[in-house]
């Protein structure tokens, strides 16, 4: 399930994944948001704290996340994602980068309060 995090600067799409996540929270929670946001702002910083397996998202939400990444290729300027999932924060700062434009870095969810500040900046 997708989640919208409140309390954080305008600019920022705050996304918080638990449990199963599916075509349907993809397409109801993220892609609006971010659709939103690129109107507003014209680019996109992005909050992500991932409390889930990444095999808890179905295929059907792994193609949408990529559908959605794709229409706003251009658009992408900071990608924070919070997790315990080594694998995955290394994944955000070391290969991440080259996937897509802007910047991207991986934390540890007792880093939240930083990975906020530094998507922020």
Do not use: C
């Not at 251009?74 to 919070?82: M, N, R, S």
């Not at 694998?87 to 007792?110: R, Y």
């Amino acid at each position: 399930m997708l989640q919208f995090i409140n309390d954080l600067p305008d600019n920022i799409i705050g996304i918080h994944a638990i449990g199963e996540v599916t075509k349907e929270d993809i397409d109801n929670v993220l892609i609006p948001r971010l659709d939103d946001l690129v109107k507003r702002q014209g680019e996109i910083n992005y909050l992500l704290v991932l409390e889930t397996d990444a095999q808890n998202f179905s295929a059907g939400a792994w193609w949408d996340d990529v559908k959605v990444g794709l229409k706003h290729f251009t658009k992408w300027k900071k990608v924070a994602v919070v997790t315990d999932q080594k694998s995955v924060e290394w994944f955000t700062s070391n290969i991440f980068k080259f996937l897509i434009p802007g910047t991207s870095k991986g934390f540890s969810l007792d880093k939240l309060e930083e990975a906020v500040k530094w998507i922020a900046e």
